[in-house]
Structure formats: structure tokens, C-alpha cells
């Protein structure tokens, strides 16, 4: 994990630096498997 971290970390500290430039698909997978431990605000079951 946190060699997975390490280089989107260093990139946050770029000029023009922004989110979606990044891959998501680590954070894509924690949330499909951890759908059940959370709930998204201001969304109605």
C-alpha cells in the first residue's frame, strides 16, 4: 500500500496538480468491497 501511495502523494505537490490525473482504480476497489461499512452523504436508500 504504501508503495502505491508514494508517487501519487509526491504528485500532489506539483503546480497544476489535480485528482483526476491520477488512476483510481485502488480506491475504486476499496470502495466496491467496502460498499456495505459506509453510506454516501445526501444519498436516500
Known amino acids: 500500500m ?3 501511495s508514494i508517487k ?3 504528485a500532489w505537490f506539483q503546480n ?3 485528482p483526476a490525473q491520477q ?3 485502488l480506491s475504486e476497489n ?3 468491497e ?3 461499512s ?3 452523504v445526501g ?3
Open 30 to 32: 476499496w470502495l466496491r
Open 43 to 45: 444519498q436516500r436508500s
Open 8 to 10: 501519487p502523494w509526491r
Open 16 to 18: 497544476g496538480f489535480h
Open 34 to 36: 467496502n460498499a456495505p
Open 2 to 4: 504504501i508503495r502505491a
Open 23 to 25: 488512476h483510481s482504480t
Open 38 to 40: 459506509y453510506s454516501v
